[in-house]
């Protein structure tokens, strides 16, 4: 295997946590140890054959990676080739999904919410004043960097995501449906703002559960997307405060061009000021994410629950009880990395 110029820079975190494990049609991750520290990574092995015709995608995937370097944004430490892969040596985070983690919690205030938008709010800054925009950001995208109870909140998957061109303007579509702004959808020329709109979403989420758009049917949920049409409904939204429900209206404007940015966001008095509530509204909001975001996780075969099990028994030198979780991979079967690129798999 021979070593590529790398940067500390940005990575895909539901990435590297829901497929730890896994294989996927178009790369796998696995858990890996660097030798000299013992400290475990991900790496995100892609078989070269599958980038034909996408190498353009995971050359721009790199690109944003090796310029971005936030605290909230996994990064992107190592780059190795071999004959047939490609292997991305990531930062591993370990804390978990953020709905598992909030349905864990005992007590869940939209102060709570407030802080984990903040962090979002920051990073997102960051990639904006960059020239770069995410174009996928959702909940399955946000995962904890660790365990402790006042662990920071990481941002990922970047496969999406754009170097914003100043002689161009975006619009491909792409995205999630359920998070997209409307501008997508309309296949409108398309800016930054779609960040925005996206953590409009999930503030809405994290206040009650359940997504401000929703239908079987993909047309007429598309249909409620376009005309912006969302409720604060009763009771779920009764204990909410005024201050938050204006925080998601100003993100979530259907115009783009009077929709909130990431600054004008980090300076609303429910993210900067004290107008987010202490009351625990932790019952109703798990309930409704039980409900309705049980299939994103609790469904998996391997879901990060499972990895932070094995990294937990690994990190505390125990021996591995049970059958092995990890699959044989064509990137176990392929990446026999000399002793000088310091890496074993775990």
């Given amino acids: 295997v021979t070593s590529r110029p790398h940067h500390n820079d940005n990575c895909s975190f539901e990435q590297q946590i829901r497929s730890v494990f896994s294989l996927g049609a178009f790369s796998e991750v696995v858990l890996a140890e660097e030798k000299r520290t013992q400290r475990l990574v991900a790496i995100k092995c892609i078989p070269k054959k599958a980038l034909e015709g996408k190498e353009n995608s995971i050359e721009n995937e790199i690109a944003v990676l090796h310029k971005?370097?936030?605290a909230n944004i996994v990064s992107l430490e190592e780059i190795f080739e071999s004959k047939s892969h490609l292997y991305l040596v990531m930062q591993l985070v370990s804390g978990g999904e953020l709905f598992d983690r909030i349905i864990e919690k005992g007590f869940y205030t939209e102060k709570d919410a407030s802080k984990l938008i903040q962090q979002i709010l920051d990073a997102v800054k960051y990639l904006h004043d960059m020239g770069i925009v995410h174009r996928d950001l959702k909940p399955e995208n946000l995962l904890y960097y660790s365990m402790e109870e006042d662990s920071k909140i990481m941002i990922s998957d970047f496969g999406l995501s754009k170097i914003e061109d100043t002689a161009s303007v975006m619009s491909t579509a792409c995205g999630t449906p359920g998070y997209v702004a409307p501008e997508v959808l309309a296949q409108k020329?398309?800016?930054?703002?779609?960040?925005?709109?996206?953590?409009g979403v999930i503030a809405y989420i994290l206040l009650c559960g359940y997504p401000p758009f929703y239908d079987e049917n993909d047309a007429?949920?598309?249909?409620?997307?376009?005309?912006a049409e969302y409720e604060f409904d009763s009771p779920y939204w009764d204990d909410i405060s005024d201050s938050a429900k204006d925080f998601i209206v100003h993100l979530m404007k259907k115009d783009p061009n009077v929709r909130y940015t990431c600054e004008q966001a980090l300076q609303h008095p429910w993210i900067a000021g004290d107008t987010a509530l202490d009351k625990n509204i932790h019952e109703s909001v798990s309930a409704q994410i039980k409900k309705n975001f049980a299939k994103s996780k609790w469904k998996q075969a391997f879901n990060a629950t499972a990895v932070v099990r094995h990294m937990r028994r690994l990190q505390l030198g125990s021996s591995h009880e049970g059958p092995n979780p990890t699959m044989p991979g064509p990137c176990r079967t392929h990446l026999l990395m000399p002793e000088e690129d310091g890496y074993i798999f775990v």
């Fill in 68 to 70: 971005i370097k936030h």
């Fill in 189 to 199: 020329p398309y800016s930054k703002a779609v960040d925005c709109w996206s953590i």
């Fill in 220 to 227: 007429k949920l598309f249909e409620q997307i376009l005309k």
